[in-house]
């Protein structure tokens, strides 16, 4: 016959019963304070009261538009033509392709031309950005712009800003003799300016498209300004 159980002690509750066990009793000593729960969620950051009135989307950034100084505060994901058409009421460059293939959204940032529809707004803080409607100045129309009114260099007029502002990037980057994919090879490059040739004119104006087919005029309204 196996041993008698002994007489549960009505003292030691459920616990007793289960398992339980008083750490005090292994020799545990005292039991260990509960740690505070952090208060900074769950990753236990500082509560930043402002961080709920912070767009992380948008950032403050200085253009010098057209020789104006320009603060806005632009959503990271906007372009440059999209801000200069929908914040800044600049609406001669086009949003032909929006991929960069077709030029009509060229402008000159820092006296370079650039497909705007390529460069995030953001990312051009302090740029200097000159546009079509700043290619005239003291009240007269800058002389390519001149000559393409003289030549009748376009039809539907779409392409025609970005068309301007690549032929005044063409002008300086020949006086900086940067070469073209038509430039004698032999050539040193940066010594002294480029001539620009109608095969070079057409060379490095080839990635803006006019769908009117006005190429030979755009060509012969450069090769005006350029004589």
Known sequence: MSAAHPPRDPAAGDGAASGSHDPAATGGGATRPHDPAPTGGAAGRPHDPAAADRDDTRSRVTLQVNGAPRDLTVD??????????????????KKGCDHG???????LVDGRRANSCLLLAVA?????????????????????????LDRDAFQCGYCTPGQLCSAVGVFAEAAAGHPSHVTDPARPAGRGPVELTREEIRERLSGNLCRCGAYPNIVAAVEDVIR
Do not use: K, N, S
């Open 101 to 107: 293939q077709c030029g009509a959204c060229t402008v």
């Open 124 to 148: 051009q803080d302090g740029a200097e950005v000159i546009t079509v409607e700043g290619l005239a100045a003291g009240g007269e129309l800058h002389p390519v712009q001149q000559a393409f």
């Open 76 to 93: 990271h994901r906007a372009t440059l033509l999209d801000v200069l058409r929908e914040d800044l009421g600049l609406t001669g460059a």
